[in-house]
Nanobody
Framework: QVQLVESGGGSVQPGGSLRLSCAAS????????LGWFRQTPGKAREWVGA???????RYANSVKGRFTISKDYAKSTLYLQMNSLNPEDTATYYC?????????????????????WGQGTQVTVS
């Protein structure tokens, strides 16, 4: 069982930065696709980006050039560096893991492809 715990959320002014962390109990970096999603009340969970098992990383157009996904194998932690934040980035952010999702197949961009989820961390830009 994979357990994911996000941290690093908070409040920031427009133009500011935050780094989210996602720590895993047993980190399947090399066998699981890892994703970041975000959600606001009343809306569907939105894909932010993903890191595939071959190291490929993709981002949603809305965050490309501003957000960066990285990983630290030694710490079993996935990161989401968020720069140039704007109010539209306000949401609860989730990390997720899937043994079957792939970027090349397109499934890594879909929330339903992920079996394991963190509890979420709130990001507020205002």
């Amino acid at each position: 069982q994979v357990q994911l715990v996000e941290s690093g959320g908070g409040s920031v002014q427009p133009g500011g930065s935050l780094r989210l962390s996602c720590a895993a109990s047993s980190y399947p970096f090399d066998t699981f696709c890892l994703g970041w999603f975000r959600q606001t009340p009343g809306k569907a969970r939105e894909w932010v980006g993903a890191l595939d098992t071959d190291g490929t990383i993709r981002y949603a157009n809305s965050v490309k050039g501003r957000f960066t996904i990285s990983k630290d194998y030694a710490k079993s932690t996935l990161y989401l560096q968020m720069n140039s934040l704007n109010p539209e980035d306000t949401a609860t952010y989730y990390c997720a893991a899937s043994p079957t999702a792939t970027i090349i197949g397109g499934s890594a961009m879909k929330a339903q492809a992920y079996q394991y989820w963190g509890q979420g961390t709130q990001v507020t830009v205002s």
